[in-house]
């Protein structure tokens, strides 16, 4: 069959791209080969946030002292708490397959391989198919990264896809990897009671981002008895009748139920003809310009099989450009400004530079930060772990980056990100009004501080 855009993958870029696509009147068939919506609905952002609220519900609802507030014989169900996210996930799923029918696109199950620029075989659970299209969008994803020296037959090893769709919870676990998916899994399991411990090879906990995150994020795990080991591997895994142990590279040994393998996820690239037709790969993805085009004219590519930052949101915002190019419309994105978040509990956020990368990248840099126990809404909701901090130019006001930690901090972090998407500076940032009360005036008072005129601190 003959198509304008053909679409491989239907997760949070695929599906979005032949949705545009479709909406640009191309007409657009989607091809996947797991379930609608990929990675990030059904194992990984949407499982995860539903889990991480219910968690910090069940955290919160035993801590609510402090506001005068006494709750006894508090208890979860661990199989309803995991029944839960299914049900999220199912209906979400439900509505990708229904914007899809609404919009047109032909959604094809089966594993795609390009056996030509135009052309794709698919096979399905029936016969082979084969699909031309005027142009084709590879939006293949990822998968979590398995080590080859853990014991994967002992069934006492999960990734994050085993993790999000268990039936139950373990009695304890033990997390390889301390980035940013390992340190949302030990919020959610110690938040429940279940005993967490962390082994991270490098010296600190999400050790890419700020340093300032690192050691907040640091601090909230230890607070929810998190055990946390880092500067050392762990060299070999054991499986016994009770769980697994795991032995490190300092000689010591930690036990658990469970292991949760949290170290990062590898594109899904192989196999789908690429090297065949000449694909160039940099870094581990493949190559693409600013309009999401390979180095073949009508062949894009988008998100994680194409990007290094492994971002949801990014991902999709590829699947735009890359569909309103594939359906002759021009679009470009440079892709410098995506934020991101950390969904540890308080959350942490952060756009464009860390404060230590910018200050090796220029002179002049100036750093200023609200906290927020000098924040009304958050004294009001007490929630005063965290800050605001805005890293600019210190002459020209031009900020390189951000970062903020706190309730809400991914939103509040946005309206940062459109001001350096449209290259606003600090001091338009310190004279926007912010409404009274809430998290986001934070920004405005970094950014008075920056100005080194804040009105609610002393500097």
Known sequence: ?????????????????????????????????????????????????????ASGLYWQMRH???????????????????????EVVGG???????LLKKRNVD??????????NNRIS?????????????????????????????????GRLMTTDEATTAADLPRSIVILGGGVIGC??????????????????????????????????????KQRNVSIITGTKIESVTSGASGVTARLGNGSTVEAEKLLVAVGRKPNIESFG??????????????????????????????????????????????????????????????????AGVYTHPEAAYVGLSEQQARAKYHNVRVARFNYSASGMARAYEQTQGWVKIIADSELGAIYGAAVVGL?????????????????TVEELAETIHPHPSFVEAVGEAAEAWMQLPIHMVI
């Open 122 to 154: 698919v096979e399905t659970p029936g016969p082979t198919r084969q699909i031309e299209a005027g142009a084709v969008i590879i939006a293949t994803g990822s998968r979590p990264a398995r080590p080859d020296f853990l014991p994967w037959d002992s």
């Open 64 to 86: 609510l002292d402090k506001v005068g507030i006494s709750v006894d014989n508090i208890s979860f169900d661990p199989a309803a708490f995991m029944n839960r996210n299914a």
């Open 1 to 53: 069959m003959m198509y304008d855009v053909a679409v491989i993958g239907a997760g949070p870029g695929g599906y979005v791209a032949a949705l545009r696509a479709a909406m640009r009147r191309a007409k657009t068939c989607c091809i996947e080969q797991g379930k609608l919506g990929g990675t990030c609905l059904n194992v990984g952002c949407i499982p995860t946030k539903a889990m991480l609220h």
């Open 274 to 339: 690429l090297e065949e037709l000449g694909i160039v790969f940099e870094n581990g993805v493949i190559k693409v310009d600013p309009c999401c085009r390979t180095n073949i004219e009508n062949i894009y590519a988008i998100g994680d099989a194409a990007e290094t930052r492994q971002y949801a949101h990014l991902t999709s915002r590829m699947g735009i450009v890359a569909a309103d190019n594939a359906a002759g419309h021009k679009a470009s994105d440079d892709r410098t400004v995506v934020p």
């Open 184 to 221: 949302e899994f030990a919020t959610i399991y110690s938040e429940l009671g279940i005993q967490t411990t962390i082994v991270e090879m490098l010296e600190s906990l999400v050790a890419t981002l700020d340093s300032d995150i690192s050691k907040a994020i640091t601090a909230s795990l």
């Open 107 to 116: 959604v094809v199950t089966g594993r795609a391989r390009l056996v030509g």
């Open 92 to 98: 979400l799923r439900d509505g990708v397959a229904f």
């Open 408 to 424: 809400h901090a991914v939103d509040v972090m946005q309206e940062i990100t459109l001001a350096m998407r449209n290259e606003l």
